[in-house]
Nanobody, 120 residues
Framework: EVQLVESGGGLVQTGGSLRLSCAAS????????IGWLRQAPGKEREGVSC????????YYADSVKGRFTISKDDTKQTVYLQMNSLRPEDTAVYYC?????????????YGQGTQVIVSS
């Protein structure tokens, strides 16, 4: 059974940092792409970042480039999202997704999400 468990969300002030974790299990980790998406109240879910596990290629939405960094620990089957210089518009529920192969537009599997609130 595919499982994705996010953690690390919370309340932070503008300019602060958080690190999200996505612990993956139940599938061949290295054959997948793992991404972070977010959904703010009243808005559609949007892709934030993605990493191709096998070759380490990374992708970022323009809105987070230079502020967020995605990384992985193959031994722990965990993907991280380091978020720096947080802004109120980063407030959202953050989800990780898993998809076989390359970073996709949509994912087959999602976690339950973790809430990030950035106060102004």
């Amino acid at each position: 059974e595919v499982q994705l468990v996010e953690s690390g969300g919370g309340l932070v002030q503008t300019g602060g940092s958080l690190r999200l974790s996505c612990a993956a299990s139940g599938f061949a980790f290295r054959d997948y792409a793992i991404g972070w998406l977010r959904q703010a109240p009243g808005k559609e879910r949007e892709g934030v970042s993605c990493i191709h596990i096998r070759d380490g290629h990374t992708y970022y939405a323009d809105s987070v480039k230079g502020r967020f960094t995605i990384s992985k620990d193959d031994t722990k089957q965990t993907v991280y999202l380091q978020m720096n210089s947080l802004r109120p518009e980063d407030t959202a529920v953050y989800y990780c997704g898993a998809e076989p192969g390359a970073c996709p537009d949509a994912y087959d599997y999602y976690g339950q999400g973790t809430q990030v609130i950035v106060s102004s």
